[in-house]
């Protein structure tokens, strides 16, 4: 905005253009000190000068002297602005007084706020005003080249990327092989099987302290599982033959066994293919119907013959009924 003035009665124009100019300048944001005219102001001025205050334009006359004593005639506190020229600077006429006036921020920086004032122009300036250091990934808001105006709040969230690495189980693999010796059901593990290790690379991103993204760039096998394999038997079970598990008991008669549905006095024949181990006892005991797998109860005596008690229980054992 530009504004012309013309003085043609002194005495009369030169106190009412202060009037103008102190609207205007106001307008612009200067700060206005207001004085009784003195017998100066009124005192017809012959200097044409502009006076350019953050981006508002006016034209004055003055008198001749400093920068300083035509501010003052203008009643236009400097205080706390940028002046140029300096003030101490004599009065040419058509001179440029170039007045900035700082701008009142806010930033928000690793958890505080804070408010400052700057005379940059950028929201990349005003940071290194406030002293604040930014880091490579930072996010600024608004943008570091946007333009500053009054009020603006600046918000900076640290961003933070770190490596990490993860151990992490590889399931082993369960594989059957058929063999022809054993009983349908009879199963055997001759390998056990034995997870692995992988470690997983992957890259964090942090803000402000908390995670927002996690992206894998790598992996590597650091132990290789061991597969299970299991032994199926494929031979049927032969009739009057039973297949499972026998568990003890403290029988009344030596080396007898308890079954379920086999007539008392039933001679069968106890076989161990783990150990090879066979044993022919008879049935004088009747078994209750646990199920688990249980299919004898062997006296002590007979159980030992095949483990110690403390065993327990010995698996896929294989009853044939004696004819």
């Known amino acids: 905005m530009t504004i012309l003035r013309h003085f043609r009665q002194?005495?009369?124009l030169a106190c009412l253009g202060a009037a103008v100019l102190?609207?205007?300048?106001?307008?612009?944001?200067?700060?206005?000190?207001?004085?009784?005219?003195?017998?100066?102001a009124v005192v017809a001025s012959h200097i044409p000068i502009?006076?350019?205050s953050n981006g508002y334009t006016t034209t004055a006359s003055v008198q001749t002297g400093t920068i300083a004593m035509v501010l003052s005639e203008l009643q236009i506190d400097p205080t706390g602005s940028k002046i140029y020229p300096a003030l101490a600077t004599q009065v040419q006429p058509n001179l440029l007084i170039e007045i900035t006036h700082p701008l009142s921020l806010t930033i928000t920086a690793d958890g505080s706020t804070k408010t400052f004032a700057t005379f940059q122009t950028t929201v990349q300036g005003a940071i290194g005003d406030a002293d604040v250091q930014l880091g490579n990934l930072d996010k600024v808001e608004p943008s570091l080249d946007a333009p500053l105006t009054s009020d603006l709040h600046i918000t900076i969230r640290r961003i933070q990327q770190k490596t990490v690495t993860t151990d992490l189980d590889i399931p082993f693999a369960k594989t059957t092989q058929p063999n022809p010796t054993q009983f349908v059901g009879q199963n055997t593990i001759?390998?056990?099987?034995?997870?692995?290790?992988?470690?997983?690379?992957?890259?964090?991103?942090?803000?402000?302290?908390?995670?927002?993204?996690k992206q894998k760039t790598g992996e590597e096998t650091?132990?290789?599982?061991?597969?299970q394999i299991t032994v199926k038997g494929t031979k049927p079970v032969p009739?009057?033959?039973w297949y499972g598990d026998a568990t003890w008991f403290y029988a009344h008669y030596p080396m007898s066994?308890?079954?379920t549905?086999?007539?008392?006095?039933?001679?069968?024949?106890?076989t161990d293919p783990s150990s090879g181990k066979s044993l022919i006892v008879p049935v004088l005991d009747k078994l209750p119907n646990w199920g688990n797998g249980v299919v004898i109860d062997l006296s002590s005596d007979a159980f030992q013959y095949f483990a110690p008690l403390g065993h327990g229980r010995l698996v896929h054992l294989t009853v044939e009924k004696i004819q």
């Open 10 to 12: 002194p005495h009369f």
């Open 22 to 40: 102190t609207a205007v300048l106001l307008t612009a944001g200067l700060t206005v000190v207001h004085r009784e005219p003195t017998r100066a």
């Open 50 to 52: 502009v006076v350019r």
């Open 190 to 213: 001759t390998q056990a099987g034995v997870n692995g290790t992988k470690r997983v690379t992957s890259l964090v991103t942090l803000q402000d302290g908390k995670q927002i993204s």
């Open 222 to 227: 650091i132990l290789t599982p061991v597969a």
């Open 239 to 241: 009739q009057n033959s």
């Open 257 to 259: 066994a308890a079954m």
């Open 261 to 270: 549905n086999v007539a008392w006095g039933t001679r069968v024949k106890v």
